[in-house]
């Protein structure tokens, strides 16, 4: 009898400690799979920091470019300001003086148109025949 009380009390402790076990294993696996979500979360967050890092780089670069683009736009700008200047102040003084020297320039004499004869065509002697044996390789191919 004592034997068998042993026994069931030894069944009765047991499952509970079976099923302790069964919990102390899934409990395992949870923290090794939170391990490798956790490893595979700080991959990515560094691999984010870099990201945001060279965002900031290009962002920087980009603001220095456009900077400068405008400070070359202005010296463009201001170059064309200049030429529209010179261009009007060429058309005020020279310019006009021309038209005006153009205008007083005396009309062209007449060109006198130099005949020259033309033998007549029954002058010309025509050009030799050749014969087909004689024909230059060339034109016959």
Request: glycine fraction near 4%; aromatic fraction near 4%.
């Amino acid at each position: 009898k004592l034997l068998k009380d042993f026994e069931e009390r030894l069944q009765l402790h047991e499952a509970p400690q079976a099923e302790r076990a069964a919990a102390a294993r899934a409990a395992t696996e949870a923290a090794e799979a939170a391990e490798g979500a956790y490893g595979q979360s700080e991959a990515a967050d560094k691999a984010a920091k870099e990201a945001e890092r060279d965002g900031a780089q290009a962002i920087k670069a980009a603001q220095k470019r456009v900077g400068k683009w405008l400070h070359d736009t202005k010296v463009v700008m201001d170059g064309l300001d200049a030429k529209k200047q010179a261009l009007e102040a060429f058309r005020e003084r020279p310019l006009k003086l021309f038209d005006e020297l153009k205008d007083l320039q005396p009309e062209p004499k007449p060109v006198e148109e130099v005949e020259t004869e033309m033998p007549p065509a029954s002058d010309v002697a025509p050009a030799p025949a050749v014969a087909e044996g004689d024909a230059p390789a060339a034109a016959t191919a």
